[in-house]
């Protein structure tokens, strides 16, 4: 591709993308700051908080363009995403601003917020306009100095995207990528932040972009994007507010939260079992099941295990179980056995209320064309202390989407 070849497709991109999406984007931030400028409560006098540090209610709003290539598994969509992909991102994040609350005293003042997501992922009249909304985590990276210009953080994200141009045998047939107009959102990126003025960054890194259905809907090879992003962040104090409205005024409050050293996270060993029951619904491959599938295509799955967990402290924990899962689409394989038998191990990754569990495992056994090695990356919510909510992506023949499960885990025992 020559140098004016490569003008015009970026050309192309950056119009598809701002073409249909700029005008929800700007309403975006709109409603954002008319939100955030919804402060009804009594007025502060400057004089009493001034020499309080990180006094006030810390956010920021971020804005991040991406641009980057596809890694595509499939087969019928080369040339449709042959121009790579571009999408800009607008975040709104909290800071708490309490060098006591978990997330500075043992986390390394991380925050934590929304956002949403408007893409050029290919050619539109085969993928469509993707838009997605999501949650996402800000983890700075190592035990930096709170003077430092410059930090390194994690960040991963996940949402529902949406606005998507399915697979369709007649109308759409070379989207073997994507089955539904929706799909699961995920990115990870990791990314500097520097800074600039008093209340704002500059940011870059690279990021990973995953689209997929966990086998919902077939076809799903999903859409796989790595690439680079840029972006700025402006950080606010929301207390401000109650200080003055007078954009003049001296009296300002510091605008960003100032990072205080973590604490040792303090050795806490207990343990636990947990009992898992969840479903899900899958869909097999067109040309699977022509012999012998259900009309409908649709089929219903489930997970169930024990497992015994070992937390070394609030924050890290090891897990090892067994696991019975119910499958309906193996009726084409094995029409009279329709559930395997399987163990795994997994570690545990706990914040606030919730648990990332990252497991991978294998089958006693007959493994019925899923081959030895499956893997199950999820997140929990404690709703109490005997039970938590539960969504995963269980995958097969290693790591392709065998289903997404959602159900609860019940956690008898403690000691």
Do not use: C
């Amino acid at each position: 591709m020559n140098l004016f070849q490569t003008k015009t497709s970026t050309h192309f991109r950056i119009k598809a993308l701002f073409k249909k999406d700029l005008l929800t984007v700007i309403f975006s931030i709109f409603i954002t700051l008319t939100l955030l400028s919804q402060d009804k409560k009594e007025l502060v006098k400057f004089e009493d908080v001034k020499d309080i540090e990180n006094y006030g209610n810390f956010k920021y709003i971020e804005i991040i363009g991406h641009g980057g290539n596809h890694f595509y598994s499939g087969q019928t969509l080369s040339d449709a995403l042959a121009n790579g992909y571009g999408a800009l991102e607008v975040r709104l994040g909290w800071k708490n601003g309490d060098p006591e609350h978990w997330s500075n005293k043992y986390y390394n003042s991380m925050s934590y917020g929304v956002g949403f997501y408007s893409g050029y992922i290919g050619d539109p009249a085969v993928l469509g306009n993707p838009n997605a909304l999501y949650g996402f985590l800000d983890l700075p990276i190592g035990r930096q100095s709170p003077d430092n210009k410059t930090i390194w953080k994690f960040s991963p994200a996940l949402g529902l995207t949406y606005n998507l141009k399915p697979y369709n045998p007649s109308q759409n047939p070379t989207n073997d990528a994507i089955g539904a107009s929706f799909a699961v959102y995920i990115s990870l990126a990791g990314k500097g932040e520097t800074v600039l003025t008093r209340d704002l960054d500059i940011t870059y890194g690279i990021d990973f972009t995953h689209f997929s259905n966990g086998r919902s809907f077939m076809p799903n090879y999903g859409l796989n994007m790595i690439g680079f992003n840029t972006g700025i962040k402006y950080h606010f104090n929301s207390t401000q507010r109650r200080i003055t409205r007078d954009p003049y005024s001296a009296n300002q409050l510091q605008a960003r939260y100032k990072r205080s050293p973590s604490s040792p996270i303090l050795k806490d060993p207990s343990n636990q079992i947990n009992i898992l029951t969840s479903i899900g619904t899958v869909q097999n491959g067109f040309d699977e099941n022509q012999n012998g599938g259900h009309p409908s295509n649709r089929y219903l799955t489930s997970s169930i295990y024990v497992e015994y967990t070992h937390h070394f402290d609030i924050m890290h924990g090891i897990s090892f179980g067994t696991d019975f899962f119910y499958d309906e689409s193996l009726i084409i394989h094995t029409p009279n056995e329709l559930y395997l038998f399987g163990y795994h191990v997994g570690y545990d990754y706990t914040f606030w209320r919730f648990t990332v569990k990252a497991q991978l495992g294998g089958y006693f056994g007959d493994d019925k064309g899923k081959n030895k090695i499956w893997a199950r990356p999820g997140v929990q919510y404690k709703i109490n202390n005997w039970l938590s909510a539960h969504a995963a992506l269980k995958t097969r023949r290693g790591f392709a989407a065998d289903w997404a499960e959602f159900g609860v885990v019940f956690h008898p025992f403690k000691w």
